[in-house]
Nanobody
């Protein structure tokens, strides 16, 4: 059974930083492209970033480019999202997914990120 468990969310002040983690099990992690998607209150799901299986290829939504960094540690079967210069509109539940687009495959239960003073 595939399990994706996100952690690292919480309350962050505007302009602050936080790092999300996604621990994967039940799959050969190093063979999967991965992604982060988010869903803000009252809105649809939004793709945030994707990374290739080996980690060399990354892509970002325009709304987060230059502020967020996706990375992975295949030895630890863990995906990361470093989030800097956070804005209130980044408030959402963040999910990791085992596909580059985040629109298919498995997703975790999500972790809440709230950006507020």
């Amino acid at each position: 059974e595939v399990q994706l468990v996100e952690s690292g969310g919480g309350l962050v002040q505007p302009g602050g930083s936080t790092r999300l983690s996604c621990a994967a099990s039940g799959l050969t992690f190093r063979t999967y492209a991965m992604s982060w998607v988010r869903q803000a209150p009252g809105k649809g799901r939004e793709w945030v970033s994707g990374i290739s299986s080996g980690g060399a290829g990354t892509s970002y939504a325009d709304s987060v480019k230059s502020r967020f960094t996706i990375s992975r540690d295949n030895a630890k079967s863990t995906l990361y999202l470093q989030m800097n210069s956070l804005k209130p509109e980044a408030t959402a539940v963040y999910y990791c997914a085992n596909s580059f687009s985040g629109s298919n495959g498995d997703r975790g239960q999500g972790t809440q990120v709230t950006v507020s003073s």
